[in-house]
């Protein structure tokens, strides 16, 4: 498997929910108050015949008016209408932004020969949850437009692709774990978003269930360390994909 980090940026987040491009070289942190800072990055991966994205990021443009997203899939050698399957770990604005493309006042599909890979549960929480990190606007426009694929649970949809419903961050949080039958790859979304909370055993406020996610995280570590995983870091500061090793009660991201 080939496996393609698409940093879109860094960005402040206060309590507002808005995304402010953050670069640390021209910006003083003490600017933007009670902020958190976060990376974005989604991710491209391409599995035997099948490309696939795992979710999409905050769907911000460049200068030029293109999607930063899809300036990195071509960086990286592909097209983004050759996009198989996107697969969205959940649907807040920072991972759901650019599943749709708005330019000049015209609307369109970021992938439009995609399947939208999405657990039901995440679906409809998304139009009646009243926090502002869902914009409903886009999946209005979804429904209307795209290949939608509504997963249930935990399974496999595709070969060697399997999901997880987890929870933990959203009540119908999932993940995803390709597997090959020679490299095995591990998107953990929102459970599993950067090596620190792993490395740390930390518990977030901003999870619908902090305490369960650090569970989690502890169970994909081990599992990731004993199978080999490589596992793709959305959020993370450091070393956005990494394989876990587990010694003495203890973490690493090589």
């Known amino acids: 498997m080939q496996v393609f980090t698409l940093y879109e940026g860094s960005y402040s987040v206060d309590a507002s929910k808005k995304f402010i491009p953050f670069n640390p070289e021209i910006h003083n942190p003490k600017d933007r108050p009670a902020s958190l800072f976060i990376h974005v990055q989604p991710f491209l991966v ?8 795992f979710d999409t990021g905050l769907g911000y443009s460049n200068e030029s008016g293109e999607l930063i997203l899809h300036e990195n899939i071509r960086k990286a050698g592909f097209d983004p209408a050759d996009v198989d399957y996107v697969l969205m ?14 330019y000049k006042g015209k609307t369109e599909l970021s992938f439009p020969n995609a399947t939208y890979v999405i657990q039901s549960g995440e679906w409809e929480s998304a139009f009646t949850n009243t926090s502002s990190s869902y914009k409903t606007e886009i999946f209005d426009f979804l429904q209307r437009n795209a290949q939608l694929h509504f997963v249930e649970g935990s399974g496999q949809f595709a070969e060697g692709i399997s999901y997880e419903l987890t929870g933990a961050h959203t009540p119908f949080h999932q993940t995803f774990l390709l597997n090959d039958g020679t490299d095995r790859v591990f998107f953990g979304g929102d459970v ?51 394989h876990v090793t587990y010694q003495d009660g203890v973490f690493n991201i090589v």
């Open 46 to 53: 391409k599995m035997n015949d099948l490309l696939l994205l």
């Open 89 to 102: 770990s959940h649907l807040h604005f920072d991972h759901s932004g650019g599943m749709i493309h708005e």
């Open 192 to 242: 599993l978003p950067e090596p620190e909370e792993l490395l740390r055993r930390f518990i977030a406020k901003y999870d619908f269930d902090g305490r369960k996610a650090m569970e989690l995280r502890e169970e994909y570590g081990k599992k990731a360390a004993l199978e080999n995983w490589n596992c793709l870091f959305y959020h993370a500061k450091t070393k956005a994909t990494g």
